[in-house]
């Protein structure tokens, strides 16, 4: 009988063992796919607070513009959204090539394509690639880095399908 019982408590803590939550850190944390997802909607809503949940709470920060300006300060990168979602009639989509989540640190990399007008009210296009560099922090993915690299820019008139060059632009502007 003793030996029968013994014999039930073991099962009892070995399916316990395998039945236990998991810890709270891996129940709670998103996966990268799923913070860049909350990233991107968050900037496609112009919402900075939402942003700002994905963005390191260190002031250090390290963003490349398109243009190649470099913000190297959380508050840098929060005016630099701050001003931009000032702007309306924009929109970007947002192609993700690659995820790659490693056990401390993880990167995406994407395209987006960006469409907005500039002032003189001409419809601006650009795409470029962006990686976002992630460190885990308190248990959630923080974007610690991002880097934009442009691939294309170009204007258009009335017909957003003929799409002028930044030179060509200039030569009809001059003409």
């Known amino acids: 009988m003793k030996q029968r019982i013994r014999t039930c408590i073991l099962a009892l803590l070995v399916v316990s063992c395998y039945m236990a939550p998991s810890s709270p850190s891996e129940k709670s944390t998103p996966s990268l796919r799923a913070t860049f997802e909350k990233y991107v909607g968050s900037i496609q809503k112009s919402d900075l607070r939402s942003l700002f ?20 300060t959380r508050q840098g990168y929060y005016k630099f959204h701050q001003d931009w979602f000032q702007e309306k009639d924009w929109e970007m989509p947002v192609e993700l090539l690659e995820v790659h989540e490693g056990q401390d640190y993880g ?30 922090e308190k248990g959630n993915w923080r974007v610690v880095a991002d880097v934009c690299t442009p691939i294309s820019r170009s204007y258009a008139d009335a017909d957003p399908s003929l799409r002028y060059s930044s030179d060509q632009m200039f030569l009809l502007d001059t003409g």
Do not use: C, M, W
């Open 53 to 72: 949940e994905t963005v390191t709470e260190n002031e250090k920060f390290f963003f490349l513009t398109t243009s190649g300006q470099l913000i190297n």
């Open 107 to 136: 990167y995406t990399t994407a395209i987006f394509h960006y469409s907005g007008k500039t002032p003189a009210g001409v419809r601006y296009f650009l795409d470029s690639y962006f990686t976002l560099i992630f460190r885990r």
